[in-house]
Structures are given as structure tokens and as C-alpha cells.
């Protein structure tokens, strides 16, 4: 039972558009989560996380939106640039900074 | 270059054996976490040490065990391989125990044949 949901295994958008990366989860006790950003045969970069006392987080280019009621969390990358194509995976944890559970990834192609 | 180095990239065994994965953090690093990534599985946590301590356990199963050494490298032993094992292993370090701080290494490719 997949606690952390990517429904999207893929997602194509032109240069300078918005890409708009969904994520769910199951468990109401997770009260944290990042955002992960993976190159091929790289290790996964840390992108951006939120805490479940906020709705939102933005740093540059890269948002996070988290909506409790929902058990729902988007990453809004504005505008995509070709440099941005790669895996993302959300991430999710019950207690700050331990044992996260990852989601399967959905993988961006950003079309110049 | 994330500064997280791992040994060896690629590793191809059979059934039944034993490997161990090592890990080095970056400079300074107190924390080591290792993780899963199964074919078109997502990331799954393992087991985290700080400072040669553990600080978290995740779905690591009971063939597999790790430990942090007094010079803040760390191993990861499989042991009784299965095919189901077959998967990329990454290590990541952090100066504290946030994972929000955490870099990856580039990961050890593991085949069990």
C-alpha cells in the first residue's frame, strides 16, 4: 500500500511554461514534506520542502503547495526550462527529519 | 559533485551471497542514511546514523544491516541475496540529522543474478 502517491509516472511541457508536479498521500500524520529532484546516474538533489503549518513555500522559480484537507501536495516550477527535466519525487514524514517515505517519481520533460 | 562518494558503482553478485556498500560523507557530515530504489519503485528509506549512532530505522530488512564507523563512513551489508534485492543503493550525509540537508551520492548499482 503506497503511502505517498505520483499518479503521473510522466509529464511533457514547452520552455517557459508551468509545470505542475501532483502528489497525495494517505497518512494524516505526515507533517512533512520535500520535494526531491533526480538526474540520470546522479544521486536524488534536495529541492524544497514544507511543513504542515504552512500552505505554501516558494524559493525562485520552484513553489510547493500543500493542502491537508486534501492529502494533497503540488510542485509549481515557473517558468520550466529545459535544465529542469528530470525525476521528481515527493517525499513524506510523520516526524521532522525521520524515516520519509518516498513516492514512485514522475519524470518531467521539458521541451525547448 | 555532491561530495558523497559510494563503492563500488556497479556490483553483480548471485543468490545466497553477502556484499557490502560503503559509503563515504562529506567532510563534516555527522549523519549517513542509506536507501532502495527498486525498478520503478520510488525511493525507500533504510536506516540512518548519526554520529556512529542509529538514528532511525526504516524498511530494512533483517538480512540487511549497516553501521557507521568512528570515522563517519558507513557500510551497508546484504546478506542471503535475492533477485528481489536487485536495486540502486544511495547513501546521503548530513551535517545535522535534517534530511532537508542531506546529499546524495551517486548510488551503487546492485544485480543479483
Known amino acids: 500500500d503506497q503511502q505517498v502517491k505520483q499518479n503521473s509516472p510522466s509529464l511533457s511541457v514547452q520552455e517557459g511554461r508551468i509545470s505542475i508536479l501532483n502528489c497525495d498521500y494517505t497518512n494524516s500524520m505526515f507533517d512533512y514534506f520535500l520535494w526531491y529532484k533526480k538526474y540520470p546516474a546522479e544521486g536524488p538533489t534536495f529541492l524544497i520542502s514544507i511543513s504542515s503549518i504552512k500552505d505554501k513555500n516558494e524559493d525562485g522559480r520552484f513553489t510547493v503547495f500543500l493542502n491537508k484537507s486534501a492529502k494533497h501536495l503540488s510542485l509549481h516550477i515557473v517558468p520550466s526550462q529545459p535544465g529542469d527535466s528530470a525525476v521528481y519525487f515527493c517525499?513524506?514524514?510523520?516526524?521532522?527529519?525521520?524515516?520519509?517515505?518516498f513516492g514512485p517519481g514522475t519524470r518531467l520533460s521539458v521541451l525547448p | 559533485d555532491s561530495g558523497v562518494t559510494q563503492t563500488p558503482k556497479h556490483l553483480i553478485t548471485a543468490t545466497g551471497q553477502r556484499v557490502t556498500l560503503r559509503c563515504s560523507p562529506r567532510s563534516g557530515d555527522l549523519s549517513v542514511y542509506w536507501y532502495q530504489q527498486s525498478l520503478d519503485q520510488g525511493l525507500q528509506f533504510l536506516i540512518q546514523y548519526y554520529n556512529g549512532e542509529e538514528r532511525a530505522k526504516g524498511n530494512i530488512l533483517e538480512r540487511f544491516s549497516a553501521q557507521q564507523f568512528p570515522d563517519l563512513h558507513s557500510e551497508l551489508n546484504l546478506s542471503s541475496l535475492e533477485l528481489g534485492d536487485s536495486a540502486l543503493y544511495f547513501c546521503?550525509?548530513?551535517?545535522?540529522?535534517?534530511?532537508?540537508?542531506?546529499?546524495f551520492g551517486p548510488g551503487t548499482r546492485l544485480t543479483v543474478l
Open positions: 546521503a550525509s548530513s551535517p545535522s540529522g535534517r534530511v532537508d540537508t542531506q546529499y
Open positions: 517525499a513524506a514524514s510523520a516526524y521532522y527529519g525521520q524515516n520519509f517515505v
